[in-house]
């Protein structure tokens, strides 16, 4: 299935988008999106026998603003330098053990909302990614097998960093990864029965027209049921959490002087293999 939350921020409705690309209401099946409706069979079954009658409200697609498909998260996990290509053109070594980071969740916004370039930034990247939407609370997993069965969902992120902020002004990553809009999410929730391999899901993204971002999550250093096994060992997630799980090569960090940083003005777009697409136009916060 593919999941949706549609509306004004703040106010967004559960909506799901069917197998001919209608968008059906599902707000009188369910109060939202969230964790809660992650972990909850009998509300997934309601969902899908909804789906598979084909008599939900047709919601009006135009002009309808498309919100970050889950809503409530509690954390937002980070994984960097987890392909093989981008650690390749940062110059770092691959990492033995994933490199975990957080963003706050109100970082999140809608696939094509609007991203604030910070005040005084002078470095502000893209990052395509795939997220991994967690549905069941999970706390030291044991097996690659059991990572996957805490999984409900994946959807596009795009993980926006200042580089300055996150790399030349001391402490952690955190001032780089944690400014207002930096995680655009969406526009689908697609449950983990339609994506058979989380490992096989190509990632693109383009700045103005032009292709920057062209890898495969093949590349990663360690894959989606490793990160999820890797984390659940030092922190319990919990339903309606999110990993980002790192980007391919061709961030603008990567690339030759004068690095083609984003500015406002900027257009990005950006997909995932059967996960859609989003597109944010850049202005300054």
Known sequence: MKLLRVGTAGAERPALLDAAGTLRD?????ADIDGAVLADAEALGRIRAAAEAGDLPVLPADGLRVGPP??????????GLNYHDHAAETGAEPPAEPVVFFKA????????????VPRRSVKTDWEVELAVVIGRTARYLESHEAALAHVAGYAVA??????????ERGGTWDKGKNCET????????????EVPDPQALALRLWVNGELKQDGSTADQIFPVAEVVRYVSQF???YPGDVINTGTPAGVAMG??????????????????????RQRQELKDA
Request: proline residues 7%; negative net charge; glycine residues 10%.
């Open 26 to 30: 599902l707000s009188g099946v369910v």
């Open 70 to 79: 889950v809503g409530r998260i509690g954390k937002v996990v980070c994984i």
């Open 105 to 116: 969740a109100d970082t999140v916004v809608g696939p094509d909302d609007t991203v604030l």
């Open 158 to 167: 795009h993980d926006v960093s200042e580089r300055e902020f996150q790399i």
């Open 182 to 193: 930096f995680n655009p999410l969406g526009p689908w929730l697609v449950t983990a029965d």
């Open 235 to 237: 922190m319990t997630l």
């Open 255 to 276: 690339q030759s002087e004068p690095k083609p940083y984003l500015r406002a003005g900027d257009v990005v777009e950006l997909e995932i293999e059967g996960l859609g």
